[in-house]
């Protein structure tokens, strides 16, 4: 039997502080705000800023390390991003739009770990693209036409399964997201096999983006761990 590996719990789109503290409490490693206007769950920079605070504080009661706090952009120019990063005070920018390689490197440079996000359409090897400049991570989402993530639609496990083997053979790691929930997180991370999961409207109450519910945050989080605790049986 082999141990499984931890698995790296972002919840995304938060709003309040009582929710990033619940999320904190619950165990999370990320706490992301969205920080491009083209979203329902859209906070300021100086509401951000309030988010982040929370989180650490949080994070340090609670004696843990290493928690990151996360600003969602989609479409932004470098200029906007990197301001609104900065006011915010989020250690990790994640680029859902789209963005070029050169923005992703000038936030590098300028010191801040990005997450890019890719939308996997098509399975089979190939179907992943290569990523020039390995960013901190790569997310895999889901889309719909009129928006860039926070869908709540879940990614085919066969398609995203190939694109994380793909892409952890480049050595990325990889975070799966696209309407992920309590009730079958422990299955999909199963199939694929990401380094980290990221949610957003499974763990929010119904109809109201932008508000989680803390005890689906609890649930979802408990999965996670309770599959990491669980043993892979030996390869044949
Ligand atoms: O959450 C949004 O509203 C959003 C809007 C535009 C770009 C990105 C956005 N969210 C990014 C996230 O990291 C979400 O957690 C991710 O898309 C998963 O969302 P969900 O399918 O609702 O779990």
Redesign the pocket.
Known sequence: MSRRPRVWV????LTRPSDVEAALRAGVDAV?V?L?R?????VTPEQAAVLVEVARRAAAEAGRVGVVT?G???GEDDVTILDRARRSGVDAV?L??GESDETQARLSAEGYAVIR?LWPSAPGPGAAPDVPVPPWAV?L???TPS????????LDPAVAASWVGRLREAGLRVIL?????ADHVAGIVDRVRPWGV???????VPGR??VKDPEAVRAFVRAVRAWEDEADAPSA
Do not use: I, N
């Not at 972002?10 to 789109?13: A, D, E, I, L, S």
């Not at 083209?38 to 859209?42: A, M």
């Not at 997201?177 to 929930?181: D, E, M, P, R, V």
């Not at 990221?198 to 929010?204: A, C, H, L, R």
């Open positions: 972002k919840v995304c789109g992301g969205v491009t083209r979203s329902p769950r859209c996360v969602v952009f989609s994640q859902h739009g996000t997310l989402d889901s889309r928006q860039a993530g926070g869908t709540g639609r879940r997201a696209g309407g992920l929930s990221d949610v957003s409207s499974g763990v929010e983006p932008g």
